[in-house]
């Protein structure tokens, strides 16, 4: 289902009570005109819209050559982090139509915080490529990846096709999903504390930080 431009009543939020309006900025998905996705965000970056395209750099390989692609992980489709007067901007740009909305309701989909910092981080650190799976899968066993490039990260421990991975699941679009030893992970409780993983993923950033700063010394 979908919003269309003109549709202004789709545009507020839920929890208007009221005239007052939540100012808080929300996760969304826009729908964007095939192929326009990277134009697109530097449109929104130069309107002051925060926004991320999800790009996964690949290597083709060919007999006499190799050449390093960027795959746009979710075609057509572009996350802007906006408040309610953004959210009308972003329907401003003639390249995107509409923002994703859940079933049977008018309002836009919200991908919550704790997802889409999770999936960003499974983006900027995976040595694997990353896939999406749109079609249904069962819940797996709640883990933390404890080694490697990922090390850090917490997810679904989901076997496909005989391999073990860890995924992340975002709201309306499935699960990403990335191969993982399963040496590499350890369970964790249903009660998990997002603070504590952002937490570590403060000083996993910093660690980093560091080591740059001692390589450049």
């Not at 953004?86 to 008018?106: A, F, H, N, P």
């Not at 069962?138 to 391999?163: D, F, M, Q, S, T």
């Amino acid at each position: 289902m979908i919003i269309k431009k003109n549709d202004d009543r789709n545009l507020l939020p839920t929890d208007v009570i009221g005239s007052s309006v939540a100012r808080s900025k929300r996760w969304l998905v826009a729908i964007v005109r095939i192929c326009h996705e990277k134009k697109t965000g530097e449109r929104l970056t130069k309107m002051g819209i925060e926004n991320f395209l999800p790009i996964q750099q690949e290597v083709h390989q060919w007999s006499d050559r190799r050449k390093i692609v960027d795959r746009v992980l979710l075609p057509m489709m572009i996350f802007v982090h906006v408040d309610l007067q953004e959210q009308k901007e972003v329907l401003t740009l003639s390249s995107i139509s509409r923002y994703m909305v859940l079933r049977g309701e008018s309002t836009p989909a919200v991908i919550p915080d704790q997802q889409m910092l999770r999936f960003k981080f499974m983006l900027d650190y995976s040595d694997e490529t990353i896939s999406m799976s749109t079609s249904p899968l069962a819940p797996g066993e709640k883990i933390r990846v404890i080694k490697g490039p990922l090390a850090g990260l917490e997810g679904e421990l989901v076997h496909v096709n005989g391999k073990s991975k860890v995924a992340v699941r975002l709201t309306m679009l499935g699960c990403a999903c990335v191969d993982i030893p399963a040496g590499c992970v350890e369970p964790v409780s249903e009660n998990g504390d997002l603070r504590d993983w952002v937490i570590n993923l403060f000083y996993r950033g910093m660690g980093i930080l560091l080591q740059k700063c001692n390589e450049s010394l």
